[in-house]
């Protein structure tokens, strides 16, 4: 993958993620203030417990910190898939967000994650 599909799909993951929390804010009260600053997105909880999601360019990967651990995702074939387990990042992030905001969340990945 070249450095530009990857900051192409990474940027439509981050959109995603900003995009889910303001749906969830809207039919939710979890209340997720989400920040952004460059590649970088903060999720911060009413509890205020955060997770972190972060590109890595020089890795072509998409980091998450929550309160369950630090994970790492590549893109493989049309998802961002963890690098030990295989798990896919947005089920892993729905997951962690809900068991932080204390109620069920759900975070969906891109419609066209390969843009065809």
């Not at 039919?27 to 972060?54: C, H, K, P, W």
């Not at 980091?63 to 369950?68: D, E, I, L, R, V």
């Not at 690098?83 to 990945?109: C, H, I, M, W």
Request: proline share 3%; aromatic share 10%; glycine share 6%.
């Amino acid at each position: 993958m070249t450095d530009l599909e990857y900051q192409d799909l990474a940027e439509r993951a981050l959109t995603a993620i900003e995009t889910a929390c303001d749906r969830i804010n809207d039919e939710t009260d979890a209340d997720i203030d989400n920040q952004r600053t460059g590649g970088m997105i903060t999720l911060t909880f009413s509890n205020r417990s955060q997770i972190i999601v972060n590109l890595q360019k020089p890795l072509q990967e998409i980091w998450m910190a929550a309160k369950a651990g630090g994970f790492h995702y590549k893109f493989r074939g049309n998802q961002w898939l963890d690098t030990k387990d295989s798990s896919e990042f947005f089920t892993g992030l729905s997951r962690y967000a809900s068991e932080q905001a204390g109620q069920p969340l759900v975070f969906n990945a891109p419609v066209s994650v390969t843009g065809k």
